[in-house]
């Protein structure tokens, strides 16, 4: 039976990033011809990384990969993939027709690397049949070790010596450590294989996989190495029976990471892409914790950015992004929301009439409304009081001044702005993009000079 773990599909090629120290590295050309083309681009799928890049009406497409130092990469043509291996400074043309490219594609490098994609379309590595994992753990740790041994002396075969000065480096790595997973799945394999459900992995499976869980730096942009690394401090760094949750059990793999991994290299590589994975799949909301680990621990600029831009990418209340919307209410219960300021810029108010600052806050807005009231500019008070005639009440008595909104408590529209203090201010321009999600209160001493340097007001 052919194991789970070795299926190359788009969700495997699809694995998270850690960039390495920041290094300037040659840029990649890669240069494609399809004859007959039965589709109309190609991708090329490394790390998270996705390139679409069109064919012409010729079937021709250029492009450059920047910051690439070498990794394992698929050339998708339609829902077929090839393996591939990109390298700094390499100028690569691939050629093929457009109905045969599983079975044949034409790899054209310098200096004789057409060598490895060669090997790549060519050589397979060899899992253990699943039935395997029935057998004593020893002699399971020896037959996976056979065929290690093995795909490295195929690898060794090729010579690469002097054609690549990473790919047999990293090839190696890959090798090494999707069999070392291999063994990993024993503890969840063996019950099943061997129909024995006592069996619980014992001080030598684990003695086992720890000692292959080696700090090499060089192995850091493999996933198969991520991968590994990140079983065991999941396995060492989380007691049975907690870390329920995925936050929770990211947390706890971090800190195994933090306080076991003394390589730094290795150790800020792996905390980073634990902290992505994190993010990417779950977003950005209560991750405290996580984010004083990779502050703490995570120094290299290269990772920081990577982070950066995947936090970035969760945060929809960033500078220059459409502000979220909301619904609220007048006094005369007509509908308001963003749509029904575009052209001008929004100034708005989250507050409540329970709330002592802001009180303090209203004759400042109240003045300053007075000030701008033939610029371009609305000032919006949005309510989060959870009884609407508490705030109608005090906007009747106080006369109060601008666009005045019921809004209600606990809105979408304040959680995603984390105004969860309030007053909470906030500047949209007459686009609806986010000026400043934390805007200055009326009662600052900059507001007026901040608002007087916005174009067009």
Not at 380 to 395: E, G, M
Request: proline share 4%; aromatic share 12%.
């Amino acid at each position: 039976m052919k194991n789970p773990i070795w299926g190359k599909t788009l969700m495997a090629a699809l694995t998270l990033w850690t960039a390495t120290a920041a290094t300037v590295h040659a840029d990649i050309k890669m240069t494609i011809d399809v004859k007959d083309k039965t589709a109309s681009q190609v991708a090329v799928v490394y790390q998270t990384t996705i390139v679409e890049i069109p064919l012409d009406d010729n079937g021709h497409a250029t492009h450059t990969f920047s910051d690439i130092k070498a990794v394992h990469a698929n050339l998708f043509y339609g829902m077929n993939s090839r393996p591939i291996f990109l390298e700094d400074g390499d100028t690569i043309h691939i050629s093929f027709e457009g109905s045969r490219f599983k079975e044949k594609v034409d790899f054209a490098t310098q200096g004789g690397k057409e060598k490895i994609f060669n090997y790549l379309n060519q050589v397979k590595l060899i899992a253990p049949e699943e039935e395997t994992l029935a057998l004593p753990f020893g002699e399971y740790v020896s037959l996976v070790d056979r065929k290690k041994a093995s795909a490295l002396r195929i690898l060794k075969a090729w010579k690469f010596n002097g054609i690549s000065p990473h790919f047999e480096t990293v090839e190696t790595g890959r090798i090494e450590y999707a069999y070392n997973s291999a063994i990993l799945m024993y503890a969840a394999g063996h019950p099943f294989y061997s129909n024995d459900t006592t069996y619980r992995p014992d001080d030598t499976y684990y003695e086992e996989i720890k000692k292959r869980a080696t700090e090499n730096e060089a192995y850091t942009d493999i996933k198969e190495y991520r991968e590994y690394m990140k079983e065991i401090a999941r396995t060492f760094g989380c007691p049975k029976g907690g870390a329920r949750k995925p936050y929770d059990r990211t947390v706890c793999m971090m800190e195994y990471v933090a306080d076991n991994i003394e390589n730094e290299i290795v150790k800020q590589a792996l905390l980073n892409v634990l902290a992505i994975e994190q993010v990417e799949q779950y977003g950005i909301e209560d991750i405290d914790e996580l984010m004083n680990l990779h502050s703490t621990f995570v120094t290299d600029s290269a990772l920081q950015n990577a982070f950066r831009q995947k936090y970035d990418a969760w945060d929809i209340v960033q500078t220059g992004k459409p502000s979220p919307d909301f619904r609220a209410w007048d006094i005369q219960r007509k509908e308001w929301n963003l749509t029904d300021f575009r052209g001008k810029y929004v100034y708005i108010d989250l507050w409540a009439t329970w709330c002592g600052p802001c009180r303090k806050e209203l004759p400042y807005l109240k003045q300053l409304e007075a000030d701008y009231k033939n610029r371009n500019i609305t000032f919006v008070s949005l309510s989060v009081d959870a009884k609407r005639a508490d705030w109608q009440k005090i906007v009747e008595s106080q006369q109060m001044a601008g666009v005045q909104l019921h809004l209600g408590a606990n809105t979408r529209f304040q959680t995603l702005y984390k105004a969860t203090g309030i007053p909470h201010f906030i500047l949209l321009d007459p686009e609806g993009k986010i000026v400043n999600s934390n805007m200055l209160r009326p009662s600052s001493p900059d507001i007026r000079s901040y608002l007087d340097r916005l174009p067009g007001l």
